[in-house]
């Protein structure tokens, strides 16, 4: 990955802040970016990488500001796209660590900080230092005291271990894991599953002192099938993404995941399983339209999982045509609620136990006039979480913790199953 330059422009399309690593590209170049960025938004053609001559401009959007790097294509060099967009994300990431809400305001009250952060993040175009934590170790928010309180770079942005101050003391040594999981769904109005997958991460909160080597163990299909373990059940993780602190050619060699963690909270991997997901809360509905006078929904939930789990704030969510009005809810438990710049009803149940079934019928009224424009059909959308519960069965089987001083500590697991893009099509 090389990079010419980082800009962060507002909507309408003024630069807040920009970094020029090389000087190879005339700055001048970002004025032509948002028009060509709003002629491909009329055409319905938009495009993460967006040509002007020999200048590609790759660039996300965030809440109100528009993220983008200039990048140069030469004849013998190109430029790695998907290591472009991770830096991105990572920029956004990191400023929102600093600012907590990446905003305008946010930009120009802390533009020293941010300047700092670009010369660091980013160095001639390469990516530097991306860590946040030890960032906040040597870029802090009062600019004034930077040249008091800290002379020289803190060594960790040298050692092996970037990620990880030496040093850290904790009274009580503790992991806290996260396996958390989300079921994405697509049911056809025939009430045929379309597509489904799972995509989870491990998450951890980790309050250790030293520098300990953790290990982790999980029911890994390959893992199980290397030792000649077949017994229990096991789980075929595709896409596996792991945090830079994880030993990559420990874990393909023996599938051992084997790291030096980050102080506090991170993500140590993500997956996706690619199964069959039999829909944990099911919804039938029927919605009836009379011409120039009313509509009546009536939607049924039944929870397709076990009898001792319970689904957390579940929302569904029903679409109604845009010229509905004086709406009329029953429900058997929980609220519905008319959602009128949505053009929704949400049907909110607190408390949803496994094997359960509830109603919630609406009536709203047309008008007399027909809208002529023509609408579309969309689904039907589900939220919800379901804690000490997996899908694919994907289970922790031990967390080894090792450090010189010899110390105990405890690892805790949590399991959580939720919502992703879970959708149920209509027939109206």
């Known amino acids: 990955m090389s990079a010419s330059a980082v800009f962060v422009l507002d909507l309408k399309g003024k630069v807040l802040i920009c970094r020029n690593y090389k000087g190879d590209v005339d700055m001048s170049e970002i004025d032509h970016f948002l028009p060509l960025l709003m002629q491909q938004e009329e055409e319905g053609l938009v495009c993460p990488v967006i040509s002007h001559g020999s200048v590609h401009f790759?660039?996300?959007?965030?809440?109100?500001?528009?993220?983008?790097?200039?990048?140069?294509?030469?004849?013998?060099?190109?430029?790695?796209?998907?290591?472009v967009y991770s830096f991105l994300y990572k920029?956004?990431?990191?400023?929102?660590?600093?600012?907590?809400?990446?905003?305008?305001?946010?930009?120009?009250?802390?533009?020293?900080?941010?300047?700092?952060?670009?010369?660091?993040?980013?160095?001639?175009?390469?990516?530097?230092?991306?860590?946040?934590?030890i960032l906040q170790e040597y870029i802090t928010q009062e600019g004034n005291k930077l040249e008091v309180a800290k002379t020289k770079v803190p060594t960790t942005v040298t050692n092996a271990v970037s990620w990880r101050s030496e040093g850290i003391k904790y009274k009580k040594n503790e992991v806290f894991i996260d396996v958390i999981e989300s079921i994405n769904v697509l049911v056809n109005a025939n009430g045929s599953?379309?597509?489904?997958?799972?995509?989870?991460?491990?998450?951890?909160?980790?309050?250790?002192?030293?520098?300990?080597?953790?290990?982790?163990?999980?029911?890994?299909?390959?893992?199980?099938?290397?030792?000649?373990?077949?017994?229990?059940?096991t789980v075929a993780m595709e896409d596996v993404k792991f945090?830079?602190?994880?030993?990559l050619s420990r874990f393909e060699s023996d599938r051992t995941i084997s790291f030096i963690p980050?102080?506090?909270?991170?993500?140590?991997?993500?997956?996706?399983?690619?199964?069959?997901?039999?829909?944990?809360?099911?919804?039938?509905?029927?919605?009836?339209?009379?011409?120039?006078?009313?509509?009546?929904?009536?939607?049924?939930?039944?929870?397709?999982?076990?009898?001792?789990?319970?689904?957390?704030?579940?929302?569904?969510r029903v679409p109604v045509p845009s010229d509905a009005d004086s709406p009329k809810f029953k429900t058997s438990t929980g609220h519905a609620k008319y959602v009128p710049e949505k053009n929704l009803v949400v049907w909110t149940i607190k408390s949803f136990p496994g094997g359960k079934e509830f109603l919630m019928r609406a009536h709203?009224?047309?008008?007399?006039?027909?809208?002529?424009?023509?609408?579309?059909?969309?689904?039907?959308?589900?939220?919800?979480?379901?804690?000490?519960?997996?899908?694919?069965?994907?289970?922790?089987r031990y967390m080894k913790i090792i450090e010189k001083s010899g110390y105990q500590a405890l690892p805790w697991v949590r399991y959580i199953t939720q919502s992703g893009d879970y959708q149920l099509r209509t027939n109206i």
């Open 58 to 83: 790759m660039w996300i959007k965030h809440s109100n500001l528009y993220c983008y790097l200039t990048v140069v294509a030469t004849t013998n060099k190109n430029s790695n796209a998907s290591l």
């Open 243 to 247: 945090h830079q602190c994880v030993r």
């Open 91 to 133: 920029l956004v990431e990191v400023f929102t660590e600093y600012f907590k809400e990446l905003e305008e305001e946010s930009i120009q009250d802390n533009f020293v900080v941010v300047y700092e952060l670009l010369d660091e993040l980013m160095d001639f175009g390469f990516p530097q230092t991306t860590d946040s934590k």
């Open 262 to 316: 980050p102080d506090g909270e991170s993500e140590l991997m993500s997956y996706r399983i690619n199964t069959h997901v039999k829909p944990l809360i099911w919804i039938e509905s029927v919605i009836e339209k009379f011409s120039h006078s009313r509509v009546e929904i009536m939607v049924k939930a039944k929870g397709q999982f076990k009898k001792q789990s319970v689904a957390n704030n579940v929302e569904v």
């Open 364 to 396: 709203f009224g047309l008008p007399s006039v027909e809208n002529d424009e023509m609408e579309g059909k969309p689904p039907i959308t589900v939220k919800f979480e379901i804690p000490y519960f997996t899908v694919s069965g994907i289970q922790v």
């Open 193 to 233: 599953v379309m597509s489904s997958d799972i995509v989870g991460s491990i998450k951890l909160k980790t309050m250790l002192s030293g520098m300990p080597e953790l290990r982790l163990g999980l029911n890994d299909r390959v893992l199980f099938a290397l030792t000649g373990r077949d017994k229990g059940k």
